[in-house]
């Protein structure tokens, strides 16, 4: 298994809070992304990284902030959270961009972080 | 706008048989399509993935199949095994446009039936 480890794995919080998620690798892979999943929508880009201090939006970001000051840790900010951030955040890392190079480069997943909002 | 479909929320099969999982993409952009397994409470695992240089790719008892002109991949699994229970996820991605990622589709739900 890729070295991913997602950090809290479990989480309840009050609106209104700050939340921060933290994905660390050890596979000094060069992108990195965040993904929510929620019932009937299936996996969605938050936000995603190329690279250490270089980042960009994804699908979903409205709400959400990145970081990547190593290449080893993505941390996901969620400034003030909301009821609809409640949801499933997963992490995943990948060598290169996703077909670039050879079969098979696709993205390695954490466990993910269940984070409720209440 | 959904640029990769899963039409099938859920889908039955008895054990031994063959599983076919359908995906469509609208996307012309997209020439790189991988599926993806998920069990309750973990991680996305990758499963098998295809260039659209190819149409057909086998890795065991999975074989991705790849229809350019329909915009349609398929993911047939055989036998099927009671582990395979699990969600499926197809995604597609354009290998040019940089980072930004894999888009998925929402999941189709295989039961393997004992």
């Known amino acids: 298994d890729a070295g991913i480890t997602q950090s809290p794995r479990h989480k309840v919080t009050e609106t209104g809070t700050p939340v921060t998620l933290r994905c660390h690798q050890t596979e000094n892979h060069r992108y990195m992304y965040w993904y929510r999943q929620d019932p009937g929508h299936g996996l969605r880009l938050i936000h995603y990284s190329y690279g250490v201090k270089d980042t960009d939006k994804g699908e979903v970001s409205d709400g959400y902030s990145v970081s990547r000051s190593k290449t080893e840790d993505f941390l996901l900010t969620l400034e003030s959270a909301t009821s609809s951030q409640t949801s499933v955040y997963f992490c995943?890392?990948?060598?290169?961009?996703?077909?670039?190079?050879?079969?098979?480069?696709?993205?390695?997943f954490g466990q993910g972080t269940r984070l409720t909002v209440v | 706008d959904q640029q990769v479909k899963q039409n099938s929320p859920s889908l039955s099969v008895q054990e031994g048989r063959i599983s076919i999982l359908n995906c469509d993409y609208t996307?012309?952009?997209?020439?790189?399509f991988l599926w993806y397994k998920k069990y309750p409470a973990e991680g996305p695992t990758f499963l098998i993935s295809?260039?659209?240089?190819?149409d057909k790719n086998e890795d065991g008892r999975f074989t991705v199949f790849l229809n350019k002109s329909a915009k349609h991949l398929s993911l047939h699994i055989v036998p099927s095994q009671p582990g395979d229970s699990a969600v499926y996820f197809c995604a597609g991605a354009d290998s040019g446009g940089g980072a930004d990622g894999l888009t998925f589709g929402k999941g189709t739900h295989l039961i393997i039936q004992p």
């Open positions: 995943a890392i990948s060598r290169g961009a996703p077909g670039q190079g050879y079969e098979g480069s696709g993205a390695f």
């Open positions: 295809i260039s659209s240089i190819k």
């Open positions: 996307n012309s952009m997209f020439d790189y």
